[in-house]
């Protein structure tokens, strides 16, 4: 059963301090997302790669925000230092590189979140 | 800057009813869309998508129109059933980067006995 898995769940943690998510793709896809949930901004796009390459991250705070892609398996999102704006639930999605000549597509795959509160 | 727009933060419909959520776009560039479908403490699960080939798509009970001169598609569930509550997220890509992929706020859909 091919999952995208998150790690934490859940994490609590206090203002200033580290933060890191980790996700762990389907074995081989080769598009890793990271999104994050808001009330007002429904699923926000943070970062994503490519063949383990980062081909965009337009949508993170460059200050405190960084997405890295160790190998293959393992995509992390870290926040340094964490405030409690960034609360949210923290997605990671995977998916293959989509043909588009026939307007085909591979839909992402979602993990279940990381839901961060900083207080 | 929202680009894909869902005004609706939630509905409310009968079982057995048809359920009809909206989605605007902006981006004059998107050209594929998803619906994806989410329930509560769970990762959004795709449900449903639409090239800009095309202005239809059915897929069981779950149909998605286009109107691109409209900047808008909607997502209909004929007949409605109360598993389908949840809270359904639009998603667009540009022609030229298929994994800018662009969600809006989402509708949460509650679908009554």
């Known amino acids: 059963d091919a999952r995208v898995t998150q790690t934490p769940r859940h994490k609590v943690t206090e203002m200033g301090q580290e933060v890191t998510m980790r996700c762990q793709p389907i074995?081989?896809?080769?598009?890793v997302f990271w999104y994050r949930q808001t009330m007002m901004q429904g699923l926000e796009l943070l970062a994503y790669f490519r063949n383990r390459a980062p081909l965009d991250d337009s949508g993170m705070p460059k200050d405190r925000f960084s997405a890295e892609m160790p190998d293959a398996t393992l995509a992390t999102l870290k926040i340094q230092p964490s405030e409690p704006r960034d609360s949210a639930v923290y997605f990671c999605a995977s998916g293959l590189a989509l043909i588009r000549g026939q307007g085909l597509y591979t839909e992402a795959f979602f993990g279940q979140g990381t839901r961060l509160t900083v207080v | 800057d929202q680009q894909v727009k869902q005004n609706s933060p939630s509905l409310s419909v009968q079982e057995g009813r048809i359920s009809i959520l909206n989605c605007d776009y902006t981006?004059?560039?998107?050209?594929?869309f998803l619906w994806y479908k989410k329930y509560p403490a769970e990762g959004p699960t795709f449900l449903i998508s639409i090239s800009s080939i095309k202005d239809k798509n059915e897929d069981g009970r779950f149909t998605v129109f286009l109107n691109k001169s409209a900047k808008h598609l909607s997502l209909h569930i004929v007949p409605s059933q109360p598993g389908d509550s949840a809270v359904y997220f639009c998603?667009?890509?540009?022609?030229?980067?298929?994994?800018?992929?662009?969600f809006g706020a989402g509708t949460r859909l509650t679908v009554k006995p």
């Open positions: 074995l081989g896809h080769n598009t």
């Open positions: 981006n004059s560039m998107f050209d594929y």
């Open positions: 998603a667009a890509t540009p022609k030229d980067n298929n994994n800018d992929m662009r």
